[in-house]
């Protein structure tokens, strides 16, 4: 079973480098409905920013990190997906704590994939397909690497007012929210809330 | 005539087992586990993998359901389960198709979600994760590193 685990470390790896390839690589659209539009806005947002030679280097990197994160927070809904990863137990929260766990949540997920994202090295995206139903849209796009892997993402979107915001993100079929939910309510049911909150703020603070 | 009553009563015996045995199976091949009717909602997967009708649906390792139906509907799975009463199911579950023991008898794991809102009878899983063929997925990685 240990081979097992390596190969979901190395799939896990994979797909967190090509998760954030993807938010940045160009875009070849398809079929371009908002949705679409909107992803392809944020990926050449993000593109833009990490190309441009104006923001090169370690000593740029707090303005150029601000700037990636200023474009992801326009197109993710963070606490939707926070609300979706919490599941049952997010009703319990306060307000507060509502809002504390959205900004933590959201600083995990960068801190786990900001540092790939300028490792952009030419992966190209494609936009296979978009359905809209309703308030709900789903933008599927593949990503080709410089290998020559083609990794099938699905981007799901929520219609917020007149905007289309991503609440989960499916890498393989395998949906982001669902693996932080599993993960959540284990940690919660067997410690505590206040325990998963601890590990994740030492989970964003290490390095 | 004492003949006629004991091959009578083997008669009649033998009628009220086959009876029985009728009951049971119609009983048993419903496969009832829940008591009481349940109610419907379904889903869509890109794949449905293997699943049968009949399969199980599971929350947190507890049968709750099972596949009624499955269709081909644009070109997806449409997978209808009895849910049993009583188990809410939120708008935001997500319903994935998992493997169980060695047999790799498939099955639906739903996660719970945190919406306010709770699928009617007759509604919709809107969030579904197809199964994963870990032997693709490893291979595909796996070559992507060995450079």
């Given amino acids: 079973m240990n081979g097992v685990f390596e190969a979901m470390d190395l799939i896990r790896f994979c797909r967190n480098l090509l998760l954030f390839a993807l938010i940045f690589a160009m875009a070849t659209p398809v079929c371009a409905g908002v949705p679409t539009e909107k992803i392809r806005e944020t990926t050449e947002k993000i593109l833009s920013i990490v190309t441009d030679p104006d923001l090169e280097g370690p000593e740029k990197e707090e303005g ?3 700037l990636i994160r200023g474009a992801v927070d326009e197109r993710f809904n963070w606490e939707e997906m926070s609300r979706r990863a919490l599941a049952r137990h997010w009703r319990k929260l306060n ?23 300028e490792d952009y090295s030419g992966e190209q995206v494609t936009y296979v397909n978009e359905v809209i139903d309703g308030e709900y849209a789903l933008v599927e796009v ?26 989960d993100i499916a890498i393989e079929g395998v949906s982001l929210v669902n693996n932080y939910r ?3 309510n284990d940690i919660i049911t067997k410690s505590s809330y206040e325990a998963l909150v601890k590990k994740l703020q030492e989970k964003v603070a290490e390095k | 005539m004492k003949r006629f009553d004991i091959e009578l009563t083997v008669g009649l015996f033998i009628i009220a087992g086959i009876l029985c045995l009728g009951y049971l199976s119609v009983k ?3 496969m009832e586990i829940l008591g009481g009717k349940g109610y419907e909602v379904y889903a869509l997967f890109s794949n449905s993998g293997g699943l049968k009708d009949g399969s199980s649906v599971v929350i947190a390792g507890v049968d709750v359901g099972r596949v009624k139906s499955i269709a081909l509907e644009d070109y997806q799975a449409r997978v209808v389960i009895n849910v ?8 935001d579950a997500i319903a994935s198709i998992k493997t169980k023991g060695l047999i790799g008898e498939k099955f639906i794991e739903i996660t719970p979600g945190g919406s306010e809102t709770v699928i009617p009878p007759g509604g919709r899983i809107r969030e579904t994760q197809p199964p994963i063929d870990f032997e693709q997925v490893i291979s595909k990685y796996v070559f992507g590193k060995v450079d």
């Fill in chain 1, 64 to 66: 150029r990190r601000a």
């Fill in chain 1, 95 to 117: 307000d507060t704590q509502k809002k504390d766990f959205t900004a933590l949540f959201a600083k995990l997920l960068e801190r786990t994939y900001l540092d790939k994202v």
């Fill in chain 1, 182 to 184: 599993v993960q959540f």
């Fill in chain 2, 28 to 30: 048993l091949g419903r």
């Fill in chain 1, 142 to 167: 593949k990503i080709l690497t410089t290998k020559g892997t083609e990794i099938p993402v699905h981007y799901k979107l929520r219609k917020k007012g007149e905007d289309w915001r991503v609440y």
């Fill in chain 2, 84 to 91: 049993a009463d009583g188990v809410e199911l939120q708008e």
